[in-house]
């Protein structure tokens, strides 16, 4: 009797063996897979806590509460010498004027009272008031409605970050302070408007007139120095070691020493920024022309290897045509090469450019993190910059510079989203598929 199992059995064992083998695989793919979705599930939930937290902060940052006051402008008071020029605004009496017309609504008696009720509105009151009658003199000798912003404190009060339960001796603003904001409010004198300080100020240690713009006009500038020497250079450097240069152990060195310096910390240019262009050099601290060479090499090694790329994305048939028509090697790359890798090109060196909005650490390192008040008007004149300034209000212990870092990262990061959509627009519509 034959007790050998027959070939049927052993097609039976194979093709269990088979199907078992393959409910494997597709288990392991459909672990794989969720493993996958989950992973990507977290990340988002990562990053929608982070956008939830800075615009849940940054969205009250655009926005402050301003008092309304009838100003009578005493042309006497206001501009003693007659001319409307900055000299006489600033001896008259602007600080005065804007006090009469707080008190007049207020009813401050006795000097205690008055000397509480002029601290309810912001520093930077005359400064507003000075640069309307700079921008328009008629209003001298009249009445007009002006809006001043609240100190941060009262701003802070009316946002409900002070209690009024609270024991007098434990918070920042007094009893009397309290009775005189109530009293605006009920008179409908107190409004929450967006604030223009943060769009028009500068720096300044008061929150409530702090603005980018100084920051953002800084930032721009040293983009622009970083563009007109990282875009020329990393492009010519490009086509060179692409199209021209010998494949020798040189090229092969500073081949890899462009990759190894993408890779370098930001740190590292800004002290190399600080060794040469400052302390060898004699450059000033804190200007955009510093700042924009060092981001421009730091900016470098991005543009030429992303360069690099899209000439090599380029089809060799397209030089080899050029040529065989009677193109010199230059006529080919510079006429049909460059133009066709040229979208590849300036979508590196927008994201270049991106990233070197948002660098910080180098830009310390040279000084840019200096209290700037003036608003910069050229590559040598001191400055900062938008990361910088969001850094500096971060280390400011007033609650509300929390609501302007906020929203000041909003807008930064308004402008970084911006750039990157541009170069993913740019690249649709100037790219050729082959």
């Known amino acids: 009797m034959n007790n050998q199992p027959s070939t049927d059995q052993y097609r039976g064992h194979e093709t269990d ?13 459909a672990r794989f897979k969720w493993i996958g979705r989950a992973a990507i599930g977290l990340a988002m939930s990562f990053l929608a806590i982070l956008f939830i937290t800075i615009f849940s902060k940054g969205i009250p940052g655009f926005f402050q509460h301003y008092v309304t006051l009838e100003v009578y402008l005493d042309s006497e008071r206001m501009d ?6 900055v000299n006489s605004l600033y001896s008259g009496d602007a600080k005065g004027i804007i006090n009469e017309a707080l008190f007049q609504i207020l009813q401050p008696e006795g000097r205690s009272a008055k000397k509480e009720a002029r601290k309810i509105v912001s520093m930077g009151a005359e400064k507003r008031l000075r640069n309307m009658v700079l921008d328009d ?18 701003d802070s009060f009316m946002r409900g970050f002070i209690d009024r339960d609270t024991p007098e001796a434990d918070r920042r603003i007094s009893d009397t302070m309290i009775g005189f904001i109530d009293r605006l409010s009920q008179e409908n004198l107190i409004s929450y408007e967006i604030s223009d300080y943060l769009f028009f100020g500068s720096a300044s240690r008061n929150a409530e007139m702090a603005g980018i713009k100084g920051a953002f006009v800084g930032s721009m500038i040293t983009l622009a120095i970083c563009l ?13 070691l692409e199209e021209f240069a010998p494949k020798t152990r040189f090229t092969e060195f500073i081949e890899i020493n462009i990759n190894n310096l993408a890779a370098v910390p930001s740190v590292v240019f800004g002290i190399l920024g600080l060794a040469i262009f400052i ?24 543009i030429i290897i992303s360069s690099r790329a899209a000439l090599s994305a380029v089809p060799p048939s397209i030089k080899d045509a050029a040529l065989s028509l009677g193109a010199s090697k230059h006529q080919a790359i510079f006429h049909h090469v460059v133009p066709l890798a040229l979208p590849g090109m300036l979508t590196g060196t927008i994201i270049g450019m991106a990233q070197a909005l948002g660098e910080t650490a180098p830009l310390l390192m040279i000084g840019m993190v200096a209290f700037i008040v003036d608003i910069p008007g050229g590559v040598t004149d001191p400055a900062t910059v938008l990361p910088v300034q969001i850094f500096m209000w971060a280390d400011f212990a007033e609650r509300m510079f929390i609501y302007k870092t906020s929203a000041a990262i909003i807008v930064l990061l308004a402008f970084l989203i911006t750039m990157n959509i541009g170069a993913i627009w740019l690249r649709k519509k100037l790219e050729r598929r082959w």
């Open 279 to 302: 302390n060898l050099f004699g450059i000033p601290r804190s200007i955009p022309l510093v700042g924009g060479i060092v981001l421009a090499l730091m900016t470098l090694p991005t």
């Open 17 to 29: 063996h088979v199907l078992q083998n393959l409910r494997k695989r597709r288990a392991a793919e």
């Open 228 to 240: 007109s020497i990282a875009f020329p250079l990393g492009v010519a450097t490009a086509v060179y």
């Open 137 to 154: 003199p008629s209003i001298l000798g009249k009445t007009i409605s002006v809006q001043f912003a609240l100190d941060d404190d009262i």
């Open 80 to 85: 003693p010498e007659g001319d409307a020029s």
